[in-house]
């Protein structure tokens, strides 16, 4: 078929079929990602290749990755940022996704002005190599970028991570999975040099032309290394628990070529409950398929001591609350109090995936005039 005459668009049913899989289906290493899509959605083989391919393309999908826990791989904490009322906030923002390969998600949120810590405006991921300071590059990055205050916010344990905005389309408010969300931990997996040469090759986002079947080949290939050395230090890094899923990523923020939107509302969701009540009421919150994000984070003074943080999508506004409201009720049905709760709205928003390489950092270092060595953690 025609390049041209390829359907691009996510809600074209055949696409939609395959996005409801290729999503956020595909968890850990397999050696046929392609092929598990096919499979997994019902759809020949052929049209799967065909149809991702002219979706990334399009622009549509925006990336094609096998993703890393990083968590377990990096410092990581979701950063708040504060600047002067009289700041230009899109500057800093500029920075953050262009300058810094270590901020990976980058969202000017907002909130009722008298909600507590509604002037943190600016809200980034960030994530550095095993060995050096987040504390301290995030007081770099407020140097560069005129921020009068940040809050580090890492997170202590995981109970949700998954997009799938296809699948949760139309999604009832209250659908919840009949058991607890799993709980995992951020605990930091120590590389070998063979390991992270396999996790560079796995890691990096696919051109349309790498989307055939024989891709891992091609990039054990590249990567120097006998491909079956390379499925097994690869299938080993799944054990351990470092490797997320394959996934075709949505542009879900901007508008597509179509005029269309994937999502219009991106809710940050803010709850605090008792101190050592933290993991049971993740497990609860976990457990609501809207999400794509859950943690355990505290939040600190500014934020009223929130604790669970929480992400959701959602094409209506109204929708997006009732799925938090069906989330509240059920907290108070188990039984867990809610001492404080919140949504907080993003409106300009970047996607990257965070740089986690100690040798990418110790050249980003370099260009910023810093002397790597002075970015250690302490201890």
């Not at 700041?87 to 800093?92: F, L, R, Y």
């Not at 909600?115 to 405006?121: D, L």
């Not at 770099?140 to 699948?167: E, Q, S, Y």
């Not at 997996?189 to 024989?214: G, I, N």
């Amino acid at each position: 078929m025609p390049t041209a005459a390829i359907p691009t668009l996510h809600t074209d049913p055949v696409n939609a079929q395959i996005l409801s899989i290729s999503e956020d289906r595909i968890q850990g290493f397999v050696r046929d990602p392609f092929g598990t899509i096919a499979e997994m959605s019902g759809v020949e083989l052929g049209t799967v290749l065909e149809r991702i391919q002219a979706m990334l393309r399009a622009g549509t999908i925006r990336r094609v990755r096998q993703t890393l826990m990083a968590t377990n791989l990096a410092e990581g904490a979701l950063v708040a940022w504060q600047f002067p009322e009289d700041a230009d906030i899109n500057k800093a923002f500029d920075f953050m996704f262009q300058e810094d390969p270590f901020s990976g998600h980058v969202v000017v949120r907002s909130a009722d002005p008298a909600t507590p810590g509604s002037r943190y405006r600016l809200w980034t991921t960030v994530k550095v190599p095993q060995g050096y300071s987040i504390d301290k590059h995030c007081a770099v990055l407020a140097r560069l970028t005129g921020a009068a205050h940040f809050r580090v916010m890492p997170a202590n344990r995981i109970f949700a991570l998954g997009v799938g905005h296809v699948r949760r389309k139309g999604m009832e408010p209250g659908s919840k999975s009949d058991a607890l969300a799993e709980v995992k931990d951020t605990t930091k997996a120590e590389l070998t040099d063979l390991e992270w040469q396999v996790l560079t090759a796995l890691k990096r986002e696919l051109e349309p032309e790498e989307v055939r079947r024989d891709l891992w080949e091609r990039r054990a290939n590249e990567a120097g290394i006998p491909l079956e050395t390379f499925y097994e230090v690869a299938e080993s890094l799944n054990k351990r628990g470092v490797i997320g899923r394959f996934s075709t990523f949505l542009e879900h923020v901007k508008p597509l070529e179509s005029g269309e939107r994937v999502t219009r509302f991106n809710a940050l969701f803010h709850w605090a409950v008792p101190q050592g009540r933290e993991i049971e009421a993740g497990r609860e919150v976990g457990r609501f398929h809207i999400l794509t994000h859950c943690y355990w984070r505290e939040g600190g003074d500014e934020f009223r001591n929130v604790n669970i943080m929480a992400v959701a999508h959602g094409t209506e506004k109204e929708t997006v609350l009732a799925h938090k409201k069906a989330i509240d009720e059920h907290l108070a049905s188990a039984g867990i109090p809610l001492l404080y709760t919140n949504v907080f709205w993003g409106g300009r928003s970047e996607i990257k995936p965070s740089e986690i390489s100690p040798f990418e950092y110790r050249d980003w270092c370099a260009k910023m005039g810093i002397d790597p060595e002075g970015m250690r953690a302490e201890g």
